[in-house]
């Protein structure tokens, strides 16, 4: 998923952490692992909707 490489990487760079660092902040930090939750459920929220509105509204 491009948006959470781009969101781990700006956070990586808030904090001047090492890629290491950014790997081991988005495995084990909880406030890393909550802002990485929080933008894979607005994906999925926005991915899913849109198809199975108009599925509903078609009829089917």
Do not use: T
Not at 19 to 35: L, N, T
């Amino acid at each position: 998923m491009p948006g959470l490489l781009a969101l781990i990487i700006a956070l990586q760079k808030v904090e001047n952490l090492s890629d290491r660092a950014a790997v081991d902040r988005a495995r084990y930090g909880m406030d890393w692992k909550y802002a990485l939750v929080r933008h894979e459920a607005l994906l999925f929220r926005a991915g899913v909707k849109g198809p199975r509105c108009r599925s509903v509204a078609a009829g089917r």
